[in-house]
């Protein structure tokens, strides 16, 4: 199965919205709303973002948010902060064959 | 409180088995999956394969199929991922993940398995 295709980085400056998008297909990211993206520090374990699709966990700042449109679906950070730079990847329900797929992951640099 | 706790760090040679494992602990181990990610030095998440350890149904990933075993031992609340045969490619950080409405909530703090002659 494929990755889901995320690019490769984004940047912003403080203060500004950046959007990271994560396509894949009609067999995962269009067939099911379960798609959850997910933070990663240099170092570190990833942590949960958005979970099916646009919800937030407990503890995550409302500055994160995230939607889906047919195929792709997207993670968006306003009033983006130093502490926000990370890589970023996207995970969708695939189907009972392939279950699960990553996304390649997007290093968000803040300028 | 959540928590995974896995077992340390791995050196081994080709050709090596190797059982990594990681215990649970804070919820009903037998009534959440359990997971396991890849990460390759330098590279994204790869997702494995899962089990639910109530019934131990388990679901590899297409790549990840024969290569690599994923088992639980509900009665210690442990989950493990083991090999057989270790190649120098399986050289990676190894997570073990707990499902949280359908995404991955809980992280353990990760394996790393170096496989080296």
């Known amino acids: 199965q494929s990755a889901l295709t995320q690019p490769a980085s984004v940047s912003g400056s403080p203060g500004q919205s950046i959007t990271i998008s994560c396509t894949g297909t009609s067999s995962d990211v269009g067939s099911y709303n379960l798609v959850s993206w997910y933070q990663q520090h240099p170092g570190k374990a990833p942590k949960l973002m958005i979970y099916e699709g646009s919800k937030r966990p407990s503890g995550v700042s409302n500055r994160f948010s995230g939607s889906k449109s047919g195929n792709t679906a997207s993670l968006t950070i306003s009033g983006l902060q130093a502490e926000d730079e990370a890589d970023y990847y996207c995970?969708?329900?695939?189907?009972?064959?392939?279950?699960?797929?990553f996304g390649g992951g997007t290093k968000l640099t803040v300028l | 409180e959540v928590q995974l706790v896995q077992s340390g760090a791995e050196v081994k040679k080709p050709g090596e088995s190797l059982k990594i494992s990681c215990k649970g602990s804070?919820?009903?181990?037998?009534?959440?999956?359990i997971g396991w990610v890849r990460q390759m030095p330098g590279k994204g998440l790869e997702w494995m394969g899962i089990i639910y350890p109530g019934d131990s149904d388990t679901r590899y990933s297409p790549s990840f199929q024969g290569q690599v075993t994923i088992s639980a031992d509900k009665s210690i609340s442990t989950a493990y991922l083991q090999w057989s045969s270790l190649k120098a490619s399986d050289t990676a950080m190894y997570y073990c993940?707990?499902?949280?409405?359908?995404?991955?909530?809980?992280w353990g703090q990760g394996t790393l398995v170096t496989v080296s002659s």
């Open positions: 995970c969708s329900y695939a189907g009972s064959s392939t279950n699960w797929v």
């Open positions: 993940v707990r499902e949280y409405s359908s995404s991955w909530y809980y």
């Open positions: 804070g919820y009903s181990f037998t009534s959440y999956w």
